[in-house]
Nanobody, 115 residues
Framework: QVQLVESGGGLVQAGGSLRLSCAAS????????MAWYRQAPGKQRELVAT???????NLVDAVKGRFTISRDNAKNTVYLQMNSLKPEDTAVYYC?????????WGQGTQVTVSS
């Protein structure tokens, strides 16, 4: 079992920055892959970024060059640094942890980017 708690969402103007945090209830080094997803109103949930237990990262094309995924092993926390935000980044952002075929989700945090 893994409990995930996101924080850091909010309202920001276009071009601004936010940093999302995802705190895990166990060592993130015991979790195969941590990821950030987002779901905009009326749209399906989509993958944004991943970080593996080994530290490899990947971001989808829509956020490359603007977002960064990182982690603090000592704090069991994964971050999503979001810069140069655009109105189309508006969504609920969810943290995900995958452990041997089991997926765990946080409750989500709202990010709203105004134009």
């Amino acid at each position: 079992q893994v409990q995930l708690v996101e924080s850091g969402g909010g309202l920001v103007q276009a071009g601004g920055s936010l940093r999302l945090s995802c705190a895990a209830s166990r060592s993130i080094l015991s979790i195969n892959t941590m990821a950030w997803y987002r779901q905009a109103p009326g749209k399906q949930r989509e993958l944004v970024a991943t970080i593996t237990r080994g530290g490899s990262t990947n971001l989808v094309d829509a956020v490359k060059g603007r977002f960064t995924i990182s982690r603090d092993n000592a704090k069991n926390t994964v971050y999503l640094q979001m810069n140069s935000l655009k109105p189309e980044d508006t969504a609920v952002y969810y943290c995900n942890g995958a452990v041997f075929g089991n997926n765990y989700w946080g409750q989500g945090t709202q990010v709203t980017v105004s134009s």
